[in-house]
């Protein structure tokens, strides 16, 4: 609904709803209904936002931008120390967003500070870590706003943060995902990234410190009669502290932006060993003595391996190329098993069961939704035709959101077990693949955040990398089957080799506390945000308008009212 239709509506809505309600109250629309304007509305609600809002605004920075007039400020930046500690002294903003359990603390660093990447890391230097310090994640990804689904469709790069302790206490993406900044992708220039990440470091270093800085962001002191001089040296958040320990993300935008490996590159697809395609350390072989496995990188020598230009790594911030977590939600569930479960049901439906390809589909849609709904789990796609799983070129890859492909473990399983040849080895190979999968499934649940377990037990993790071992095995075996046997079935990318990885890390970090679900939900959230702001504006002025907007949002959700 647009803004005008809201403004003519809303008046005759709150004169209906006085005659008809009996106690009910409707504060938010009745306050809206108030709002004195002319004929801009839209600049009279932001007007009152703006005189009612006590948050701090957004930082304005002139970031490198196509198109932007000399006399105008290109960009708006949410900051993330000014955020923190605003969240600090808000009335519900720490406990909901940053910190819900101070006691937890302590229990996450006593896993995660042996991580590889928290070697030599600064903030080991420091006494009362494991009690003051907020592990923090910052996540990246590229957003569709304009065309949508057209070949000359123009997104949005966007940036969030967020408090690795509101994730596992199991808070929503919209109260845990803090948007700092966004830009139109087709109007960066070559300075645009480096000189946001060079401010963000900044802002992240302040975090750490836990101190308001002396100098700003190019290195300039504060004034000392200035706000930001006055209060220069002051406890941030009371003494906690904030650091940066994870980056996230899908492997396009690690890629492309932060200048890790390409994932597909035979010789160099790792950020975190020296696999490759082929050759003696091939993440092909997985057995249990293969030879990646002794290659894995250290803080020591990543730089050795490959090399990035990226602001954020390296000191003072401490964060380094094993800091770069491989999002299990896009490489397991989007990748690994997108593969596996299209040629299994490429199987079926030609191997295994009696009638037409198509029939059979229809048969195994059915079987799935009634299973899916026996045990309590949604599956929202529709196997009503062959290209959900078998494209017109190349492998079978089941199509689907990474929610429904997650919660096709079990049913998968049951599946596959009634209709399979049991005559068949390969088929016993794939139901075997299918068992250790749902095993591996079980195991992250039984283990899970939401369960208190911000790390899986370090003997669990052991048996989980091994499973994902003997299932990466097992498919390769597959894969080099059917190619013999002249058919295009279980191909297998270098995401297999990313969730050994995640598994293998599983006894510092849980993978639900890294994968990337909070951080989709988050782009579909900005992706509408961006679009309400398109109507009559420039390019930049959309960015800066929807970090105003964003602002608002949180301060109507009461996430940062300041304590009376």
């Known amino acids: 609904m647009v803004l005008q239709q809201v403004l003519y509506l809303q008046p005759a809505a709150v004169a209906d709803f006085a005659k008809v309600r009996t106690g009910c109250v409707f504060p938010a629309l ?40 000399d006399d105008k400020v290109s960009s708006r930046v949410m900051l993330p120390h000014e955020i ?48 003051k310090a907020i592990p923090l994640s910052l996540h990246g990804d590229e957003v569709p706003v304009v065309g949508v689904g057209k070949i000359w469709c123009h997104s949005v790069l966007q940036f969030s ?13 919209g109260d845990t995902q803090l948007f700092i900044w966004g830009v139109f992708e087709k109007f960066t220039v070559d300075g645009t990234l480096p000189f946001f990440l060079n401010l963000l470091k900044w802002s992240f270093q302040i975090c750490f410190e836990g101190k308001w800085p002396k100098k700003d962001w190019r290195g ?61 350390n091939s993440w092909l072989d997985n057995r249990s003595s293969s030879a990646w496995q002794t290659t894995m990188l250290t803080v020591h020598t990543w ?27 896009h490489c397991h569930f989007l990748g690994w098993l997108q593969y596996f479960y299209g040629s299994t049901l490429s199987i079926l439906v030609n191997d295994c069961l009696p009638d ?25 796609q529709r196997l009503q035709k062959l290209t959900m799983f078998q494209p017109k070129k190349g492998f079978p890859k089941l199509r689907g959101r990474a929610a429904d492909i997650q919660s096709l473990a079990s049913a998968m399983l049951a599946l596959f077990s009634e209709k399979m040849d049991a005559d068949n080895r390969q088929h016993r190979e794939i139901r075997l693949f299918l068992s250790l999968n749902n095993e591996l499934d079980d195991t992250l649940d039984q283990f899970s955040p939401s369960s208190g377990f911000m790390a899986v037990p370090a003997w669990q993790a052991e048996k989980l990398f091994r499973t994902g071992l ?33 598994l293998h890390l599983s006894k ?53 009212r300041p304590v009376a």
């Open 508 to 560: 510092y970090i849980h993978p639900k506390m890294t994968w990337c679900y909070k951080g989709e939900t988050t782009m579909h959230r900005l992706q509408i945000l961006w679009k309400s702001c398109l109507a009559g504006s420039k390019h930049w002025q959309v960015g800066r308008k929807a970090v105003i907007k964003e602002r608002y949002r949180l301060w109507h959700r009461r996430k940062l």
């Open 303 to 329: 730089k050795e391996h490959w090399a990035t230009e990226c602001a954020l790594f390296g000191p003072p911030l401490g964060l380094n190329g094993l800091c770069c977590s491989m999002d299990f939600m």
């Open 470 to 502: 003997q299932m990466a095995q097992i498919h390769a075996r597959l894969m080099d089957y059917y190619k013999g046997e002249g058919r295009k079935l279980f191909n297998m990318t270098s995401k297999t080799h990313f969730v050994l990885h995640c």
């Open 30 to 69: 009745e306050k809206l209904a108030k709002v004195k304007h002319s004929k801009n509305f839209e600049g009279a609600l932001f007007g009152r936002l703006k005189r009612e809002s006590q948050l701090p605004a957004p930082t304005e920075v002139n970031i490198p931008l196509q198109g932007v007039p």
């Open 84 to 131: 923190l500690h605003a969240m600090y002294h808000s009335e519900a903003g720490w406990e909901l967003c940053i910190l819900p359990d101070p006691n937890q603390l302590r229990k996450f660093w006593a896993d995660f500070q042996h991580h590889p990447c928290m070697q030599n890391h600064p903030l080991l230097a420091k006494s009362d870590f494991s009690e």
């Open 356 to 380: 037409s390809p198509i029939q059979n589909l229809l048969w195994v849609g059915r079987y799935i939704k009634k299973t899916q709904r026996d045990r309590d789990k949604k599956f929202k």
């Open 220 to 280: 300039l002191a504060y004034p000392p009669n200035s706000p930001e001089g006055r209060r220069a040296g002051k406890l941030l958040c009371g003494g906690y502290y904030a650091v940066l320990v994870q980056l996230n993300g899908d492997l396009d935008y690690y890629c492309k932006w932060l200048g890790l490996p390409r994932w597909s590159n035979h010789t160099k697809p790792c950020a975190l060993c020296k696999a490759a395609y082929r050759g003696a």
């Open 161 to 173: 943060w967020n408090s690795l302790m509101a994730t596992a206490a199991g808070r929503s993406a």
